[in-house]
């Protein structure tokens, strides 16, 4: 047959969805898979383009005046029914009806932008099932042509908005499954949609063809299968009919009363269907809704596309590190879309499908992660179970990390882009708000937010990149060092080069040369006039203090543009180089080089006692994720850049509002969802500020003075009552006992003692001095990508991450034992 016209399945190993729409190209990844598909063929969209091309211009002539979709599909519809079929299409049904006499196919639309994630048309393209003959089958691909016009779809793609006549129809030509009332059919989800365990099989079955099921007309089985193959739960609906082939045709018959209240499934068969829809998953890289039917014992694989919707789980399992603190309504709307934005984009680069629900939302002030899309995403990225050296060689055979190209293209990719945004910045941050209206303010805060949403497009790409490379790592390291690879893990990474050390290191000469005034070294400074003003006595201090403020100043004591930055409160940053002051020299030269010579030796070691196949894969790893552990922290350096600029325009704006009389603090209107404000800006009515900031802020304060729920609308259980031990995810590896000092606010840093084990909700660069004090770590989210474990495995210290409500549970002076690498915290007994 003309493979041109004819695609097969089992044949068509490179292929490309526009060509053989999302349906046949899920068909044709299953077959090659080795998944029990049955034989088929995809006539690709290109034969469809080539009819329907010269027939544009009279399409385009007979739709004008024409805005209705019903109106245009029927108009459409008409022009089209009349035209012939290709000449090669007939020649190739002919030689098709040849081959398979006497053989029933289903004949499936499989539309260019069909199936795909986020762009399903879940049932607006026509299926035609029990074709016979080439008649039939002329009809039935016109008709899956056709539904490509249905009124339906074509409001569908103005909703999504793709062009017409970027559309293209393929059409699916299977053989078919005949199914009888006595054998099931149906739809399974590789993960629970809708239910509370996202790991679960969902099973949707009926007795008869599954177009039952799909159609949803009807009520239907339904059963949860677990990841052992047990059912978990299962509803037996009232069936009253089936649809099924008789004389030739589909047809709907009353099912027998011994059936009408009978489960579809057995349970080793709704195991097997399962199993079906975990193996499709597998293949797909992703997980897949698929359509399955069994004809007597055989059970076949009918369809399989990607999952585009499952219910959320709020947690703060992913956020309570970003966003340990209550947030403004003004900061989280401006950066949730880029955000979101960014996710997609990053997705995309990594050959993920786009996530269209929310992975981030702000509910009572607190920011909540989706862990369902968190466990989806991270937990299907696209890395070999490595659990074996077997395995670990299949991987690097297969092309390792490196058949992942954006690895390497993102560090380049990242720094062609910084340039601009570096200089963008710069403008803004030189902009004279003097003789600019309200209007003007918002424009530019928009503008702002606009840079920042280009710049962080591939950030969260780095962030999941980092990631990867990190359980890469660790699941090798677990090959050859068996237990050690958590210390043996810390050790390789304990001394990378990053910026966040750079800002360290300057701090610490900035803290030598005040060694020399005890009275710098001792005096606390409550404000940055206070500070300042001090300073200027010593103008060696002063001039050096300044420049480095002119340089690390935007960086930020929390996420939220509400609060000020360094360069807004120096004395925050000066407490940390008085901190630091009070170190020895000697010991922190020690601690670095010796820190660093530990690392390049535990590669060496490592590298030597290797298998000499696996040695150049796990040099390049490590030289990646030391890389991407820079990476990681320079990108959020320059991302904080953005705060500076973003609160100037945000208080300009308020203090237009406070001449309006619409506010009495400038700095409150960081309280204004940015859809209320903008709507008072271009209205000029500002009469309804007050009251808007008044709720807003008073729903702000009281999140200040709460815990967050960890599990949105479940109450906090953290441990049993009177447990003296909690786990967390080890940091950085090693033992400590000592005394704890809870940290919950850059205004406390000045009083945390030397040696104590710090608690904190979440650290992020400014909270770095303190680490040169402490003993150890215990922070309430994170793990091993966090910065208070970076920084705790690069100063050499132990730090267990992840302990809910760490900060509540342990009060200063509280002794505890912690192990850095079990993720262990002891309370120990007076």
């Known amino acids: 047959m003309n493979k041109n016209i004819f695609i097969a399945f089992k044949e068509a190993e490179h292929f490309e969805v526009n060509l053989v729409g999302g349906k046949g190209a899920g068909l044709i990844r299953s077959t090659l898979a080795g998944l029990p598909v049955p034989d088929g063929y995809v006539i690709p969209t290109s034969v469809y383009s080539a009819w329907f091309t010269p027939l544009k211009a009279e399409i385009e002539t007979a739709l004008l005046g024409i805005k209705q979709a019903q109106e245009k599909s029927q108009k459409i519809r008409e022009i089209l029914q009349e035209k012939p079929l290709p000449d090669e299409l007939i020649k190739a049904l ?22 795909l994630p986020g762009a399903a048309f879940a049932g607006l393209h026509d299926t035609i099932l029990n074709v016979k003959g080439v008649a039939a089958l002329e009809q039935a691909i016109k008709q899956c042509w056709l539904s490509l016009w249905n009124p339906e779809v074509i409001i569908y793609r103005e909703k999504l908005a793709v062009p017409d006549d970027a559309a293209a129809m393929a059409v699916v030509v299977q053989k078919m499954v005949n199914v009888t009332e006595h054998e099931a059919a149906g739809v399974a989800f590789s993960i629970d949609p809708v239910g509370e365990n996202i790991e679960n099989v969902l099973i949707n079955s ?7 099921v799909v159609a949803g007309e009807a009520e239907v089985d339904e059963f949860r299968v677990d990841p052992a193959g047990a059912i978990s739960s299962e509803h037996v609906a009232t069936k009253l009919h089936a649809l099924v082939r008789k004389d030739g045709k589909s047809c709907e018959i009353e099912l027998d009363d011994s059936l009408k209240n009978t489960a579809s499934l057995k349970p080793e068969q709704a195991a097997r269907v399962a199993e079906l829809a975990r193996l499709a998953e597998k293949y797909a890289s992703f997980p897949q809704d698929i359509e399955w039917a069994f004809e007597g014992d055989q059970l076949f694989l009918l369809q399989s596309r990607p999952v585009t919707r499952f219910a959320p789980r709020w947690t703060r399992d992913e956020s309570a590190e970003r966003f340990p603190n209550p947030v403004t309504p003004l900061t989280w709307q401006l950066c949730e879309e880029g955000f979101h934005t960014s996710l997609n984009y990053s997705f995309k680069l ?29 937990g299907r990225m696209p890395i070999a179970s490595l659990n074996t050296a077997e395995k670990l060689a299949q991987f690097i055979e297969s092309g390792g990390l490196w058949q992942f190209t954006w690895i390497s293209e993102l560090p380049t990719r990242w720094m062609n882009d910084l340039d601009s945004y570096l200089l963008a910045i710069g403008r803004f941050n030189h902009i004279d708000y003097q003789h600019k209206s309200i209007a003007d303010c918002w424009s530019l805060l928009q503008e702002i937010n606009t840079l920042g949403t280009a710049y962080f497009l591939p950030n969260i790409a780095i962030s999941l990149t980092q990631n990867l490379l990190y359980l890469t790592l660790g699941a ?20 990378t080069e990053t910026k966040t050390s750079i800002v360290n290191q300057s701090m610490w000469q900035i803290s030598r040369e005040i060694r020399e005034y005890q009275t710098l070294v001792n005096t606390a400074f409550e404000n940055p ?25 935007h960086r930020e004591v929390d996420f939220d543009a509400y609060h000020a930055t360094w360069l807004e409160a120096p004395h925050i940053v000066f407490a940390q180089i008085q901190m630091m002051a009070k170190q ?34 796990l040099q390049e790893l490590i030289r990646l994720v030391r890389t991407y552990t820079a990476l990681d922290d320079i990108e959020h350096y320059h991302t904080t850049r953005l705060t500076i600029p973003f609160r100037k325009a945000a208080h300009e704006i308020g203090k237009r509002l406070v001449n309006y009389g619409a506010l009495n603090d400038a700095w409150d209107v960081f309280f204004i969802p940015p859809k209320d404000l903008g709507n008072a800006i271009d209205s000029h009515d500002f009469s309804h500020i007050r009251s808007i900031v008044k709720y807003e802020k008073s729903q702000y304060l009281s999140a200040c003075q709460r815990t967050a729920e960890w599990v949105y609308g479940e109450k906090n259980v953290f441990a049993e009552d009177g447990a003296t031990t909690r786990k967390g995810l080890g940091g950085s590896s090693g033992q400590v006992e000592g005394s704890v000092y809870v940290i919950t606010d850059p205004n406390q840093f000045v009083h945390f003692p030397e040696g104590a084990i710090l608690v904190a909700k979440t650290t992020n660069p400014a909270w770095t001095p303190l680490f040169y004090q402490a003993v150890g770590v215990i922070t309430e989210s994170g793990g091993p990508l966090s910065h208070g474990a970076v920084t705790a495995r690069e100063l050499g210290i132990p730090a267990v991450m992840s302990v809910h409500g760490a900060c509540t549970w342990l009060k200063n002076g509280d002794k505890v034992k912690i192990d850095g690498q079990s993720g262990a915290v002891i309370l120990l007994e007076e």
Request: proline letters at 4%; glycine letters at 6%.
């Open 584 to 617: 020895e020299e000697d010991h922190h030269k020690a601690t670095y080089w010796q820190k660093r010579d530990l690392m390049l030796a535990t590669e060496l070691e490592l590298l030597r006692n290797v298998p000499e196949t696996f040695r150049f894969f």
């Open 476 to 495: 090798v390291l677990k090959q050859f060092v068996g237990d050690q690879a958590q210390s043996v893990f810390d050790q390789l990474i304990s001394n």
């Open 94 to 115: 002919d030689e098709l009806e040849k081959k398979f006499p006497e053989t029933y196919f289903a004949v499936r639309s499989s539309g260019s932008a069909e199936d």
């Open 529 to 553: 006039q206070t500070l300042l003003d001090h300073l200027k006595q010593y103008p060696e201090i002063y001039k050096k203090f300044t420049q480095f403020l002119d340089q690390h100043g």
């Open 350 to 378: 990594m050959g993920l499908p786009p996530f269209h629900d929310k992975w981030f939302v702000l509910k009572d002030n607190y920011v909540y992660g989706n862990q369902n899309a968190v466990r989806v995403y991270a």
């Open 206 to 212: 009926a007795f008869g063809l599954g177009e039952t």
